[in-house]
């Protein structure tokens, strides 16, 4: 089984979690205490991705095959979006 891609969403307090294996894709949604748990051993990596886009992160895409990361910013001059 192989880790495919995952995405953070702070405002919606959820985490989606997507594995590939014999049988195909298979996503795990997180949230309530589960995702309490991962948003607090991702507060080094909200951080982190805070300071090198200068704004506070509201949002993190990862896909693993792809190598690629998506970030969503929060932003000040649009309340109703953050």
């Given at each position: 089984?192989?880790?495919?891609?995952?995405?953070l969403?702070?405002?919606?307090?959820?985490?989606?979690?997507?594995?590939?294996?014999?049988?195909?894709?298979?996503?795990?949604?997180?949230?309530?205490?589960?995702?309490?748990?991962?948003d607090?051993?991702?507060e080094?990596?909200?951080?982190?991705?805070?300071?090198h886009?200068?704004?506070?992160?509201?949002?993190?895409?990862?896909?693993a095959?792809?190598?690629?990361?998506t970030?969503?910013?929060?932003?000040?001059?649009?309340?109703?979006?953050g």
């Amino acid at each position: 089984m192989d880790f495919r891609s995952f995405k953070l969403h702070r405002p919606d307090r959820h985490v989606r979690a997507v594995v590939v294996g014999a049988r195909g894709e298979h996503g795990r949604d997180l949230e309530g205490e589960a995702y309490a748990r991962v948003d607090a051993v991702a507060e080094p990596m909200w951080a982190a991705f805070g300071r090198h886009a200068g704004a506070p992160v509201r949002a993190v895409a990862v896909d693993a095959f792809g190598r690629h990361a998506t970030l969503s910013l929060e932003d000040p001059a649009r309340p109703g979006c953050g």
